[in-house]
C-alpha cells in the first residue's frame, strides 16, 4: 500500500485539483441513491435529504478492516445503512466526489474508512459536518475534504479549484499537509527543511486543563529537542511529545505497513519503551463469524493481523500484551487496550495516543488521551510525537446527587441528548468534566464519562486528578506518591471556555440510547410512549471498555443478587452475557464472589476482549429482528450485528435481562 496517491506523493506541493469523475449524493432516498450507482447522476437541489451520522463503521465494516490494503477499495461504504451499496459499487461507479449530511465519519478511528474512498477513486468528501478524527485521518492520506457546498458547481463544471479551497480554517500544518498531499509527504519535506511547523508565541494566560498539558508537551525546538512553551490557545498548531503511543491488532498492521513505506524497511520505532500493542479485538472473532465471510477467506486475514503485529513487536521491541492461556487453553486476552492503560501505563499529566477512538477514556486520570489513525502512528512511531490543533473546551459543571438506580452511564446519555451534541457543535471539542458530582464518582464512573467524549464527536474528555486517582495509582507505578501529585495540573480560575453547562442531576432518570446512535438519549419512563409498546429484548450485553470495570461488575452483581432474592432469574429467551476488560478485573469478580453468582442466575462469561462491541466475540445479534440493550459506548447501524442495539447503564442492562423488556433498575432492585 502506499500513504497517498501517486498524485499527491510528489515533492511539490499541489496548488490546484480537478475532479474529473462522478458526484455521488448518499440520499436518505434509497431509490435515488440506487440510480446513481446504476449510472443516472442526480440533479442535485436543496430539497434531497442526505444522510446524516455516516459512522466508520458503515464505511468500512469490522469485518472490512481485516484488510489494509488496496483491497479496502471493493467494500468502500458497503456497510452504509439500508444495504444498497454492494462490493465494489463505489470503485467501479466512476465516482471522484461523495457528498453527505452532517457529521460524516463518527465513531471509530479507523483509518480504513477514508482509505477505502480513497483506494475506490474518492477525491473529494463533502459533508455537513466532518468529524475530528476522520478529518484528520483524510488528511493524512490526502484525500480532501469540505463543508462548503457550493463547491459543488465548481466540480461539476471541471474547473481547477485552487488548493486552498480545502485549506480554509485549517491550521497552517494540516494546511500544509493538505497541500502536500498528506502526512508522510509532509514530514518528508520537513525533514528536507521545505517546511517548517509555526513557532508557538502565544503569551501568558489562563488555561484550561487540556491547554495546560499541550503548552507542557509542545515541541519548542524540534532541532534542540526543547519541550514545552510559556502558553497555547485554541487554534495554534504544533507538535507535541507523546508519552503512551499505543496500537491494537486491527490497526497496527496497517500501521507497520505504512511505517515502512514511508521510513523504509529499516526503520525503527524510537523509545520502544512507551510504545505498547494490544491483541484485544479480535481475540473471539472465530465464535460469531459467519460461514459467508468464511467462504471469502476472512477467517485467515483476520488471523493474519495478529501474526504481522507480533513479528512487528517482536522485531521492534515493543510491549504486547497478547492472549491469555488457562489450563492449557486460550481463553481471552489480557485486557481492552484502554482498561489496562488505566490500571497500567498512564498517569496524570500524561500525552497518550492510541489508535482507537476510546483513548480518551485514560482522560479519567488526569491526561490528555485521544484516538489517532494509522498514519498519524506511523509518524508517532518515529518522531515520538503527534501533530495537534490545540481544540476548545466545552466545560461541564456535574452536580447534584445521583437517584437510586442512575449512574454514570445516565448521566453521559443525557449529555450526549443534548443539541449541543447533535447539531455538532461538539465536534473537536474538549469535554471538561467538574464539578461536585464527579468529586463523587469512583474512578471507574468518572472513566465511563471520558470514555464516550468520542461519542459527542468530541477531541477527548478528560477530569481533574484528585485524591481518588491517587489513592488508584499509588503501588501501581514506580513513581512514589509526591511523584504522582507533583504531575496533577488544574485549570486556571478563569481560563477561556467555548461554552460552560451547568447541570443539575438530581432529577435524571435511567436513561437508553434508542438505536442508530448513542445521542439518541431517552429516559426509560418515556419509552414505551415513545416506542409504542413494552420493548422485547432478545441479547443483554455487559461488558467492553466502557462496560466492563470493577464498578461495573459491581452493579451486574447487585441486580442479579436482588433478582435471585427474589427467586427471580433470566427472562425466557434472553441470554445474558457479561465480560471482563482486563484479567484483573476478573480475577476481582472471583474474589468477591460475583463469578459463582454471575454462573448460578445463567450469564454467559467472556474472558477480555472487544468482542460484540465490534461485532467480533459472544453476545452480537444474528438476525435484524434481534433486539439487544447493550452497556457498551455506541450502536450504530450494524455495530453490533444487524439487530437494533439500544444503549443503557450497566444496572438496566441486567435489570431488563429479568424483566425481559427494557425497563428502569428499580423495576429488579431491592430498595435500600
Known amino acids: 500500500m502506499t500513504p497517498q496517491t501517486s498524485d499527491s506523493a510528489s515533492s511539490s506541493a499541489r496548488t490546484s485539483v480537478r475532479f474529473e469523475g462522478r458526484i455521488l449524493y448518499l440520499t436518505k432516498d434509497p431509490e435515488l441513491l440506487r440510480r446513481q450507482l446504476d449510472g443516472v447522476d442526480l440533479d442535485w437541489d436543496e430539497s434531497i ?54 457529521s460524516k465519519g463518527c465513531g471509530s478511528s479507523r483509518e480504513t474508512a477514508p482509505f477505502s474512498e480513497l483506494a475506490a477513486g474518492i477525491q473529494l468528501v463533502v459533508a455537513r459536518s466532518i468529524e475530528k478524527i476522520y478529518g484528520q485521518n483524510s488528511q493524512n492520506i490526502g484525500l480532501l475534504t469540505s ?6 458547481d465548481r466540480v461539476r463544471a471541471r474547473e481547477d479549484i485552487p488548493i486552498e479551497e480545502f485549506t480554509k480554517g485549517l491550521d497552517a500544518i494540516s494546511a500544509a499537509i493538505v497541500r502536500r498531499g498528506g502526512l508522510f509527504a509532509y514530514n518528508s519535506a520537513r525533514l528536507a527543511g521545505e517546511e517548517h511547523p509555526p513557532s508557538i508565541e502565544t503569551k501568558a494566560r489562563k488555561m484550561t486543563l487540556v491547554e495546560k498539558i499541550i503548552a507542557n508537551k509542545a515541541i519548542a525546538d524540534a532541532k534542540t ?92 521491541g515493543i510491549k504486547h500484551y497478547g492472549e491469555v492461556e488457562r489450563d492449557g487453553k486460550t481463553v481471552g486476552s489480557e485486557a481492552i487496550c484502554h482498561n489496562k492503560v488505566i490500571e497500567e501505563l498512564a498517569n496524570p499529566g500524561d500525552l497518550v495516543a492510541g489508535t482507537d477512538s476510546h483513548t480518551c477514556m485514560a482522560g ?13 502512528m506511523a509518524n508517532a512511531w518515529f518522531t515520538r510525537d503527534v501533530r495537534i490543533r490545540v481544540p476548545e473546551t466545552a466545560r461541564f459543571v456535574l452536580h447534584g446527587k445521583l437517584r437510586p438506580g442512575v449512574v454514570a452511564k445516565d448521566v453521559m446519555l443525557e449529555l450526549l441528548s443534548m443539541d449541543f451534541f447533535k447539531s455538532g457543535q461538539g465536534i473537536g471539542k474538549v469535554l471538561e468534566f467538574a464539578g461536585p458530582a464527579v468529586e463523587d464518582m469512583s474512578l471507574d464512573e468518572r472513566a465511563t464519562l471520558t470514555n464516550m467524549a468520542v461519542e459527542a464527536g468530541g477531541f477527548t474528555g478528560i477530569i481533574e486528578a484528585d485524591d481518588v486517582v491517587i489513592d488508584y495509582l499509588k503501588g ?67 461488558g467492553s471498555c466502557t462496560g466492563g470495570k470493577k464498578a461495573d461488575m459491581d452493579m451486574y452483581a447487585r441486580v442479579l443478587r436482588d433478582a435471585q432474592a427474589q427467586g427471580r432469574s433470566l427472562a425466557p429467551g434472553v441470554r445474558l452475557y457479561i465480560q471482563f ?11 468477591m464472589g460475583y463469578v459463582e453468582l454471575f454462573e448460578s442466575m445463567g450469564v454467559e462469561l467472556i474472558d477480555p476482549s472487544c468482542g460484540a462491541c465490534i461485532k467480533a466475540g459472544p453476545g452480537v445479534s444474528f438476525r435484524a429482528d434481534e433486539v439487544t440493550v447493550s452497556a457498551i459506548n455506541r450502536n450504530f447501524p450494524g455495530r453490533s450485528g444487524p439487530g437494533f442495539v439500544y444503549l443503557a447503564s450497566p444496572l438496566t442492562v441486567v435489570a431488563s435481562a429479568i424483566a425481559g423488556h427494557i425497563v428502569a433498575p428499580d423495576a429488579v432492585l431491592i430498595a435500600n
Open 49 to 102: 435529504e442526505l444522510i446524516d451520522n455516516i459512522s466508520t463503521d458503515e464505511i468500512t465494516p469490522g469485518w472490512v478492516c481485516y484488510y489494509y490494503d488496496a483491497t479496502l477499495a471493493e467494500y468502500c461504504l458497503v456497510g452504509l445503512r439500508g444495504s444498497v451499496i454492494t462490493k465494489d459499487a463505489i470503485k467501479n461507479g466512476g465516482f471522484s466526489v461523495i457528498v453527505s449530511g452532517l
Open 147 to 152: 463543508t462548503d457546498f457550493s463547491l459543488l
Open 225 to 316: 529537542g526543547r519541550i514545552g512553551v510559556t502558553a497555547v490557545k485554541p487554534g495554534d498548531a504544533l507538535f507535541a511529545r507523546t508519552d503512551v503511543r499505543f496500537s491494537h491488532e486491527y490497526v497496527t498492521p496497517m500501521a507497520a505497513s505504512l511505517f515502512k513505506v514511508g521510513l523504509g524497511e529499516d526503520a525503527r520505532v524510537q523509545e520502544p519503551e512507551t510504545v505498547y500493542a494490544f491483541r484485544d479485538h479480535l481475540t473471539f472473532l472465530d465464535r460469531v463469524m459467519p460461514k459467508a465471510h468464511v467462504d471469502l477467506g476472512l477467517r485467515e486475514q483476520a488471523a493474519s493481523l495478529k501474526t504481522v503485529q507480533e513479528d512487528f513487536c517482536a522485531d521492534q
Open 364 to 376: 479519567a486520570l488526569g491526561c490528555f488521551a485521544f484516538g489517532v489513525g494509522s498514519t498519524d
Open 476 to 542: 501501581r507505578r514506580k513513581e512514589s506518591e509526591a511523584e504522582l501529585r507533583s504531575r496533577i495540573l488544574r485549570a486556571d480560575e478563569g481560563a477561556e471556555y467555548c461554552a460552560v453547562f451547568d447541570v443539575a442531576l438530581d432529577e435524571l432518570e435511567p436513561m437508553v440510547a434508542l438505536p442508530g446512535d448513542p445521542r439518541n438519549g431517552i429516559a426509560i419512563s418515556k419509552l414505551e410512549a415513545q416506542i409504542g409498546g413494552p420493548v422485547k429484548i432478545d441479547i443483554a450485553y455487559g
Open 581 to 591: 476488560g482486563s484479567q484483573e478485573i476478573r480475577d476481582y469478580a472471583i474474589r
